[in-house]
């Protein structure tokens, strides 16, 4: 369903079609189709510009949610506030266009942040970690990663640890050197 603004002029254009028809104005078949034509395509704009308008919320509600995952109070509802749409409509377009929920977005977002912190900072206890990425508790940090990854931050953070030393080893490019033959 649209709801189509006065102030678009759709209504005035469709009232002036209307009146046309009453008086009899409408003779030709090709004027009726002109008419018809232009209001189809008028129409046909105003819905794709306003659609736009509401995709750039939903595009805009994602951006808000990359900006502020830190937060240990974001919220759905304030995720939707800050984007001028009604969380309901937020979560039925965001699954559309992004293929999942903002929740699950946020905290997929979440982890990918925590596992970025766990291999390239070893001076950050799991609370700091925990706290940087939008979990105030340390414990439902650890039982949210665990659930997403299998293994615990600690565990994670020891298996990543020892990934990049035999990939330093096993991934060093090797020189070949090839003897010239002297002539």
């Known amino acids: 369903m649209i709801h189509i603004s006065q102030e678009s002029g759709l209504p005035g254009q469709m009232f002036e079609i209307y009146q046309k028809a009453l008086d009899n104005q409408l003779k030709t078949f090709f004027e009726n189709s002109r008419i018809a034509y232009d209001l189809w395509m ?10 736009s308008v509401e995709l750039s919320k939903v595009d805009f509600a994602k951006t808000y949610i990359d900006q502020n995952y830190y937060r240990d109070d974001l919220s759905l509802d304030l995720v939707a506030e800050s984007a001028g749409i009604s969380k309901y409509y937020l979560c039925k377009e965001f699954h559309k266009k992004y ?9 997929e977002l979440r982890i ?15 609370q700091d970690i925990a706290q940087m990425v939008g ?12 659930a997403a990854k ?5 565990r994670f953070k020891k ?16 020189h070949v050197f090839v003897q010239q033959e002297e002539t």
């Open 135 to 146: 979990y105030s508790n340390n414990n439902y940090f650890g039982k949210v990663f665990r």
């Open 150 to 154: 299998g293994v615990s931050p600690d």
């Open 159 to 174: 298996q990543s640890n020892q990934y990049d030393f035999v990939r330093a080893i096993y991934e060093t490019p090797r």
């Open 112 to 126: 990918s942040q925590a596992c970025r912190l766990l291999t390239t900072n070893g001076d950050h206890t799991m």
């Open 99 to 107: 293929g999942l929920s903002p929740g699950k977005y946020l905290k």
């Open 42 to 51: 008028d129409l046909t704009s105003y819905a794709l510009a306003l659609s």
